[in-house]
């Protein structure tokens, strides 16, 4: 399909939004893949498309963290297999559920994703909690079985995977909140370029739209990255979390 030059400055524009939430406070897939529906694209090639733009995000989020990931190698071998596992999985879901089937879940999956964008300020606070009290957890070895499960919605949808990734972590770890959340950046990371990669030679990616995005993704995110502390995180969740609840709304009114 062929989009307009006010679509394509639009989802640039979305992209770039994107970009800089996710860097600051997370829940850019509420802005970007409204956006694209909004243009005319279709849903399911809306999310195809909005989940290879943002890879090279979470690419840059896993680097911001690697000195964290330091020492944790073993649990990488344990965990980023499961996210490619199941990032595969979520997106052969995606590609075998109909656009018709796929767009009405839309709101609902909409919903699911601004409700845990918005419990993810209690569920640090609760895993700081856990943490400092000594009542981490002693289930290593399965912490595959959890993350590969988050995976699976990861490749499906996406959005919020990363609160789901950080409580799974928070049960069966004992370690810093610090290092569980790069364990999450590298198992988010793992996840999208999985269902990215599958979904290379599914025909369903919009590549002008696409790179359009990838390159909107990395201006934002790189002046995100200049504007943390000078930006609310709370705040500016609180505001996309609002931005997905009114766009859930106008999906099932439509």
Not at 72 to 79: A, D, E, H, N
Not at 130 to 147: D, N, Y
Request: net charge positive; aromatic share 8%; with cysteine.
């Amino acid at each position: 399909m062929d989009l307009s030059v006010i679509g394509f400055v639009l989802i640039g524009l979305a992209a770039l939004a994107a970009g800089a939430v996710n860097a600051l406070a997370g829940g850019g897939t509420l802005i970007t893949f409204p956006m694209l529906t909004a243009v005319g694209v279709p849903a399911v090639v809306a999310n195809v498309t909005n989940t290879v733009a943002l890879c090279p995000g979470y690419f840059g989020g896993t680097l911001a963290q690697w000195k964290d990931l330091q020492g944790q190698k073993g649990r990488l071998w344990l965990i980023v297999p499961a996210g490619i596992v199941g990032g595969v999985i979520g997106g052969f879901l995606l590609l075998r559920t109909g656009e018709k089937l796929f767009t009405n879940l839309v709101p609902y999956l909409i919903l699911l994703a601004s409700g845990l964008l918005a419990i993810q300020d209690p569920v640090r606070a609760w895993l700081t909690r856990r943490m400092a009290a000594g009542q981490g957890s002693s289930l290593e070895k399965v912490t595959w079985l959890p993350v590969g499960l988050a995976s699976i919605y990861g490749g499906y949808f996406g959005a919020g995977l990363s609160v789901i990734v950080l409580s799974a972590l928070g049960l069966t770890l004992e370690d810093t909140l610090t290092r569980l959340n790069a364990l999450k950046q590298a198992v988010a990371f793992s996840v999208n370029v999985a269902a990215a990669i599958f979904f290379l030679f599914s025909g369903k990616v919009l590549w002008p739209a696409a790179l359009v995005m990838a390159v909107g993704a990395l201006i934002g995110g790189t002046l995100g990255g200049k504007l943390a502390g000078k930006v609310k995180p709370s705040t500016l969740r609180w505001t996309v979390v609002t931005i997905g609840v009114i766009v859930a709304i106008i999906y099932f009114v439509r």
